[in-house]
């Protein structure tokens, strides 16, 4: 089966910008959580969601924000880009919420550049 | 905010050869898990532990979760050049099961 997909693969933007990721969880799959990867931190938790609803939400600035959608596809949406933004984000799916036994699958991410 | 310290940051060996990734913290975790990374790509499910003591192996690997549930070892035998990326440890907690991610162990194997 289709593993998570995520686009763009790559992304240039400029400081100030906006941009939009997008995460298609494997079939079946309604919960998906997002991750920012950088040499510096690792993986950091951003925010996971779960039938439409944002469950769990890590530390970041209220710039980064989320939404799911009823077939379970994700998108991210980061405002107002920072230099420090630059990150190869991570989404990951999960057949349920709070049951961490069956795992997360992890897309290729998508690897943000900000100019 | 709990941490989960992984170490060595980085190993580097000699294909044969066996090695040993720790995974630590001082705060009690639900389960944990073990993926790896390897360049361009998102992490890889290896293993799930969640019952304190716990050991699976997976071919050559053995995951250990300590009795406390505050730690957890990978040990891996007749090193390959395959086995070469990042090992993430995560844990999660009770009641709360997003995933917090170790700092990570490069892992490279030469032939």
């Known amino acids: 089966k289709a593993g998570v997909t995520q686009t763009p693969r790559y992304l240039i933007k400029t400081r100030g910008q906006q941009v939009t990721l997008s995460c298609s969880p494997i079939s079946g799959h309604r919960s998906v959580s997002w991750y920012q990867q950088t040499p510096g931190q690792g993986l950091q938790f951003l925010f996971e969601y779960f039938s439409e609803t944002q469950r769990n939400k890590g530390n970041f600035p209220g710039r980064f924000s989320g939404r799911q959608f009823s077939n379970s596809r994700s998108e991210m949406n980061v405002s107002t880009l920072e230099l420090g933004d630059s990150a190869l984000y991570l989404c990951a799916s999960s057949p349920r919420f709070g049951v961490p036994t069956y795992g997360y699958t992890f897309g290729s991410g998508t690897r943000l550049t900000v100019v | 905010t709990q941490l989960l310290e992984q170490s060595p940051q980085f190993l580097s060996i000699q294909e044969g050869e066996n090695l040993t990734v720790y995974c630590n913290s001082s705060s009690v975790f639900s389960s944990l898990q073990w993926y790896r990374q390897e360049p361009g790509e998102g992490p890889v499910l290896l293993v799930t532990?969640?019952?304190?003591?716990e050991v699976k192996k997976l071919k050559r690997l053995t995951f250990q979760f300590g009795d406390a549930r505050k730690d957890s070892s990978l040990h891996i035998t007749a090193a390959q050049p395959g086995d070469t990326g990042l090992y993430l440890c995560a844990g999660t907690n009770f009641g709360n099961e997003k995933l917090t991610f170790g700092t990570g162990t490069r892992l490279t194997i030469i032939p």
């Open positions: 532990v969640v019952t304190g003591g």
